[in-house]
DNA sequence: CGATCGATGTCAGTTGCTGTCATCACCATA
DNA sequence: TATGGTGATGACAGCAACTGACATCGATCG
């Protein structure tokens, strides 16, 4: 089989480049292909050209090569929230972010869709999804921080925050669901403001 | 070294009875003693008069030891939001279950602490204690269907109220923090109720 | 008394993951 | 141009988590 090579080097050593790009690209087909438990990694850096233990060099373990994106999303949101005007409330700040998040999923609503059933289907790999949501909630709450919210405001603000995301993505990757990732944003956002309202 | 047998059953057969939660006692000791990553199963399973094949017939994995009691916490909880009156509003069902659910807890704050101290210590367990608290969301979220609360209310009070346990278990088991139980959750509900009104 | 059952032991095997050392193109510098 | 350092990879051995298959043997039931 061939391996589609993204993002060429110029300055290609002595092996073909982008071997992440490669292993990770091959994680994702097997994975898809015949589950997640039912892909060793000697056949997923075998399809990549490399070795087992290179994948290890390059992902700390079978599940992470997954995840290693969400670095970057982080990064997303908690500029956003250092960015909202001092007069936003703590979590109007948060809701904002969440909407400027939704620039990396629109538009790729499939591939989204595809990584969330191969996630869905293994409970190690929800686990690590849930990790990596509860990191993502401690750098909100340290965003928030930053502008002045004391806790336990700032961690509440933050859990509450990813729990409207949780509930969001799942409504937006839904079959019959809304597409909008903002419009879904606000409605779930909304919908949090009366229940916690005692509504 | 001996082992305490709790729970003696005079029901005995070939072997030493309560082979379970030998298991965990001498699981808990180990990961206190030396860490969860520096105990084998082999040590566990030796030190509770067994072997490692046992254990894996006790327990789903070398994580599980320290969570298949979650099970009747999440029981306890679903039973209190079933039984609150008609009348409250989803959230402070959640709210009264997770004062129900101290009772679990209170007395035991050191043993709570040293667990906790376990789990926190360790990043594979930390994602399993999650994805309990997510399956527990989960349950809750159902209970609230069944009194007539449709989704997304159901799923967000749920979650809110599993992020709200969160931090105010957090709370409790500080070492500078408040130990009763009750007020405990009782002020963090509240503080949730002013981060989500946009103060 | 014999058959069945349930909890455990035994053992071999797979796989995720790690430590260690070798390799070799590239690069800097003498 | 020679030399030595560097960084990504390969090769290989090994540990520990977990699984499947079969054996054992007291208890229990008919």
């Given at each position: ?31 898809g292909e ?103 909630a ?20 933050a ?19 809304q597409?909008?990732?903002s ?17």
């Amino acid at each position: 089989m061939s391996v589609t090579v993204i993002n060429y080097d110029l300055s290609m050593g002595r092996w073909e480049p982008n071997a992440r790009g490669r292993l990770e690209q091959a994680a994702l087909e097997l994975y898809g292909e015949r589950g997640f438990e039912q892909t060793t990694v000697a056949e997923i850096a075998k399809r990549a050209g490399l070795t087992e233990r290179t994948f290890f060099r390059h992902f700390a373990d079978k599940r992470e090569v997954l995840f290693w994106g969400q670095g970057a999303l982080q990064e997303l949101l908690v500029h956003a929230v250092a960015d909202a005007p001092d007069s936003v409330a703590p979590i109007d700040a948060i809701a904002a972010a969440l909407e400027v998040a939704g620039a990396r999923f629109q538009g790729r609503r499939e591939h989204s869709q595809q990584r969330h059933a191969i996630i869905a289907a293994n409970a190690e790999l929800r686990e690590r999804e849930l990790i990596k949501l509860v990191s993502l909630a401690s750098a909100l709450a340290g965003a928030l921080r930053l502008r002045g919210i004391a806790d336990p405001a700032a961690s509440l603000a933050a859990e509450v925050g990813i729990a409207v995301f949780r509930v969001a993505f799942d409504r937006w990757i839904g079959e019959t669901g809304q597409t909008d990732w903002s419009q879904v944003i606000r409605e779930s956002m909304d919908e949090l403001k009366a229940v916690t309202a005692g509504r």
